[in-house]
C-alpha cells in the first residue's frame, strides 16, 4: 500500500521545539556542582588514578525522564521459543503451516460491471489439530453498506471510506463440500459474519487431511474499492484492477488460532500460501495482466504480439507489445468477441488481475542474480503515456526487481507487472496497481515501494492486519535503499537531519506496535511506514554497522520466506545473527512511544590542566538510550570523533567520559551528523 499522500515517504518537518528553559537553568547547577564540588572531583581522580578511562555518575541527577530500569529490563519475551518458533529466530523443526490452493474461473461482465466466478479451495490441514471448522474472508463485503467497515469510517469520509453510497458485497450461490474420493459435492453449513465466512464441517478436518470447497459467487466491481480495487473510465474503455475477489482461507496458526480480524479498511492481509491457477474471460479486445505466469498466449494475443512478448522475454531494453499507435486499431486485438486469460501463480498467499481495451503494454527481461528470467510489464492507459510518466515504468520495474533480489531474496514470481489506474498504490503478488496520475519521481516512488512488497510481505508472509510495519515499514526502509541503486541515484533524496523526523514521529499518541484499524489515518504513514522504516536505518547505521544488519535482516528474510513471521520471531532473528541484545530498542521503538534526547552538559579538566586530559559529561534526557556520536573540537585545531556503545546508558542518564584533550576544549556536539531524531537539538552542543 501506498503512503497516505504519495508512494514516497513524506516526513513532516518539526514543529516548535520543546521550551527548555527550565532545563538550562538546571545545566548551570549541575555545572556549577561539577566544576567546583570537591568530593565529586576526588572521586573522579581517583577513579583515573585507578587506571579507569570512564568514570560512573550514578549519584549526578538531572532533569531526565530517562529510567534504565525500565529501558534494560531483562526480561522481553512474553515466553521462551519452542520448536515450532525458536528462540533463534528461526521457524522450529516442528514448524507448521495449513496451505490453499485454489482454482477460479471467472467472468467479466463489463456491461452490469460485476464478476461472477466459482473457485474451488483445497486446503491442507498441517497442524496437529482436527479442525471442526474453517474460517474464510470475504472482503468483499466490507462494499455493503451494512459493512463494520462503513458502520466504522468517519463521517469525514477519507481514504478507505465507501464512495457513492455503492452497495457490492459477495451474492453467494453456493458453498459446497467436495468429497475428496467421490468427487461428490454437498451444500455446506455455513455462516457469514460481515467479511468472514465460517464452514462448520461434518466431520472435523483431521490433523494431516485435506478438505475440498467450491464456492460460486459474483459481485459488483467497485468504482472505488477502498483505494486496493476498482475501476477508472480512460479516453478508450474502463480499467479494471481486480483484487480481494475470491474468498480466501484466513490463516490458522499456533499464535491464536484462526486469524478473523474483519476488514475494516485501513488494515491489509494475512493470508495462506499455495498454489492458485485462475481464468478471466473478458471482452476479445481487452488486455489482460495478471499474478503468475499466463498460461495461453498464443490464444489470446495476435500473432504479431505473441513475437513482440518473446523479444521482450530476451530484452534489456523496453519492448512494446501493444503500441500507443495501436490502441484503437481492431488489428491488435485477435478478432474474438470473448477471449479466456489464463494465469498460474506457485506458492503465493494471493493473485490479481487488472483488464482493460485501453492498455498499452510493454515488457522488458529482469535479470535475477541465479541467472533466471523473469519479465517486467506495465500496462496502462494513453493518458499516462510519455517518458516523464508511464513510458519509463518498465525500467523501474525491472530496476527495483533487480536490486531487491540481489539486497535480499530472488524474486520468485515469472512476471512482475506493473497496471496504471484508480488504485493509488496497492501490491499483489507480482501485480501491483499504481496511480495511473503518476509522473517521474512520483511514479518510480510508488512503483519500487509496491514491488518492494513483494518481500514483505508476499514473500515473508507476516500479519498485515495487525502489524503493518512489518510490511510497510520494512518496504519503506529497503526502497530508501533501492532508490541509492536505481540509475546512479537519479530519484535519491537524503534526508540530512533526522532531527526533522522528531516531531512526527514522537508526537503521534500511539506506538507502532498498534493494530492498523486503531491508528488514527493522520499517524498511519508515521507509524506504520516511516518510524519502523527508519528504526532499521538507526539499527544500520547506529547500532549494528551495515554488514551486520544486513546478514540479520538477510537471515529474517530467509528463514522465514513463505512463512509467518510474529514480531518477536522477527526480534529473535535480528538478535541472534547480528549478536547484540536489542530489546531496549524494540522496547523504545516499537511497543512504546520512547523520544530520543541526547545531550552535553558540561567539560571539566584533571587537575584543572587542559593538556592532562578532560571528563566530558553526556546525558540521556527521553526514555529511549541509544548508542553515542560525539565530536571534540580543541582550540589548537584538533578534532576527535568518540563513539560510546548504548551500555553506557545502563548506569542512569548521566555519562562521564574521560577525554585525552592536549588544550582547550572549544566545542563538544554529540549526535553530530544529525542521524538521530533527537526532540530537542539545542543541548546538543557545547562550547566553551
Ligand atoms: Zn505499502
Not at 507448521?96 to 460485476?114: C, F, P, R
Not at 478508450?236 to 480480524?261: F, H, K, S
Not at 585545531?637 to 555519562?655: A, Q
Amino acid at each position: 500500500m501506498r503512503n497516505s499522500l504519495t508512494g514516497r515517504s513524506r516526513v513532516r518537518t518539526r514543529g516548535p521545539k520543546p521550551k527548555c528553559a527550565d532545563i538550562m537553568v538546571w545545566d548551570k547547577k549541575l555545572f556549577f556542582v561539577k566544576i567546583f564540588c570537591p568530593t565529586f572531583r576526588t572521586l573522579a581522580l581517583a577513579g583515573l588514578i585507578l587506571g579507569q578511562q570512564v568514570v560512573r555518575a550514578q549519584s549526578e541527577s538531572s532533569s531526565s525522564v530517562y529510567d534504565p530500569h525500565e529501558a534494560f529490563a531483562p526480561i522481553f519475551y512474553p515466553a521462551y521459543g519452542d520448536d515450532i518458533r525458536g528462540a533463534d529466530g528461526k521457524p522450529g523443526a516442528r514448524y507448521w503451516q495449513n496451505s490453499a490452493d485454489y482454482k477460479i474461473d471467472s467472468k467479466l461482465d463489463e456491461v452490469n460491471q460485476s464478476l461472477s466466478a466459482t473457485v474451488t479451495i483445497t486446503y491442507k490441514n498441517n497442524s496437529p489439530s482436527d479442525l471442526p471448522f474453517v474460517w474464510l474472508q470475504m472482503d468483499q463485503n466490507i462494499y455493503k453498506l451494512d459493512s463494520r467497515g462503513v458502520a466504522g469510517t468517519d463521517v469525514s469520509g477519507g481514504r478507505w471510506a465507501n464512495r457513492n453510497a455503492f452497495d457490492g458485497g459477495y451474492e453467494l450461490k453456493s458453498v459446497e463440500l467436495i468429497n475428496i474420493a467421490t468427487g461428490k459435492a454437498s451444500s455446506a453449513d455455513t455462516l457469514v459474519s460481515d467479511t468472514r465466512m465460517q464452514v462448520k464441517l461434518p466431520t472435523p478436518l483431521k490433523s494431516g487431511g485435506v478438505l475440498k470447497l467450491r464456492i460460486s459467487y459474483s459481485f459488483k466491481i467497485p468504482e472505488y474499492g477502498t483505494d486496493r480495487t476498482g475501476r477508472l473510465d480512460t479516453k478508450n474503455g474502463w480499467i479494471y484492477e481486480v483484487a480481494q475477489w475470491y474468498p480466501r482461507m484466513c490463516v490458522y496458526d499456533n499464535v491464536v488460532g484462526w486469524n478473523t480480524l474483519p476488514y475494516l479498511g485501513q488494515g491489509e492481509f494475512y493470508l495462506e500460501y499455495g498454489n492458485i491457477e485462475y481464468s478471466v474471460d473478458v471482452p476479445g479486445d481487452m488486455i489482460v495482466g495478471g499474478s503468475g505466469e499466463l498460461v495461453n498466449p498464443m490464444e489470446v494475443l495476435t500473432p504479431t504480439q505473441q513475437k513482440r512478448y518473446q523479444d521482450a522475454k530476451a530484452s534489456e531494453k523496453t519492448v512494446a507489445i501493444r503500441s500507443e499507435s495501436e490502441l484503437t486499431d481492431a488489428a491488435s486485438r485477435p478478432a474474438k468477441a470473448r477471449l479466456v486469460w489464463k494465469f498460474k501463480c506457485l506458492n503465493t498467499r494471493d493473485v490479481a488481475w487488472g483488464a482493460s481495451k485501453a492498455f498499452i503494454w510493454d515488457a522488458a527481461r529482469i535479470d535475477l542474480p541465479s541467472g533466471k528470467k523473469a519479465l517486467a510489464q506495465s500496462l496502462y492507459p494513453v493518458e499516462s503515456a510519455g517518458d516523464s510518466a508511464w513510458g519509463r515504468s518498465t525500467e523501474y520495474v525491472k530496476g527495483c526487481i533487480e536490486y531487491y533480489s540481489r539486497y535480499l531474496y530472488e524474486f520468485s514470481y515469472p512476471s512482475a507487472t506493473n497496471v496504471a489506474g484508480v488504485v493509488g498504490g496497492m501490491e499483489y503478488p507480482g501485480i501491483v496497481f499504481c496511480s495511473e496520475r503518476a509522473r517521474k519521481g512520483n511514479l518510480w516512488g510508488v512503483t519500487r515501494h509496491e514491488f518492494g512488497h513483494n518481500w514483505f510481505p508476499m514473500i515473508v508472509g507476516s500479519n498485515e492486519r495487525k502489524y503493518p510495519w512489518m510490511d510497510e515499514g520494512f518496504n519503506t526502509f529497503i526502497n530508501t535503499v533501492a532508490d541509492s541503486a536505481f540509475n546512479k541515484g537519479e530519484y535519491l533524496r537524503v534526508l540530512k537531519d533526522r532531527s526533522r523526523l522528531a516531531n512526527a514521529f514522537f508526537n503521534p499518541t500511539n506506538p507502532i506496535m498498534t493494530i492498523p484499524d486503531q491508528m488514527p489515518t493522520r499517524e498511519w504513514g508515521t507509524l506504520s511506514y516511516n518510524k519502523p522504516g527508519t528504526g532499521l536505518e538507526l539499527l544500520r547505521e547506529e547500532v549494528l554497522g551495515k554488514d551486520r544488519f544486513d546478514y540479520a535482516f538477510r537471515y529474517y528474510v530467509h528463514e522465514w520466506a513463505f512463512k509467518h513471521p510474529t514480531p518477536y520471531d522477527f526480534f529473535h532473528a535480528i538478535e541472534n545473527a547480528s549478536g547484540e541484545t536489542l530489546d531496549w530498542f524494540w522496547r523504545g521503538w516499537f511497543f512504546n512511544n520512547w523520544k530520543i534526547d541526547q545531550a552535553v552538559t558540561g567539560v571539566e579538566y584533571i587537575n584543572g590542566n587542559q593538556a592532562e586530559g578532560a571528563l566530558i559529561t553526556i546525558e540521556n534526557r527521553q526514555k529511549l538510550p541509544m548508542p553515542v556520536t560525539v565530536d571534540v573540537k580543541e582550540e589548537n585545531g584538533k578534532t576527535s570523533r568518540v563513539k560510546l556503545p548504548v551500555e553506557i546508558w545502563m548506569h542512569g542518564p548521566v555519562w562521564k567520559f574521560h577525554y585525552a584533550s592536549t588544550s582547550k576544549i572549544v566545542q563538544v556536539t554529540v549526535d553530530p551528523d544529525q542521524r538521530y531524531p533527537d526532540v530537542d537539538t539545542t543541548n546538543n552542543t557545547w562550547k566553551q
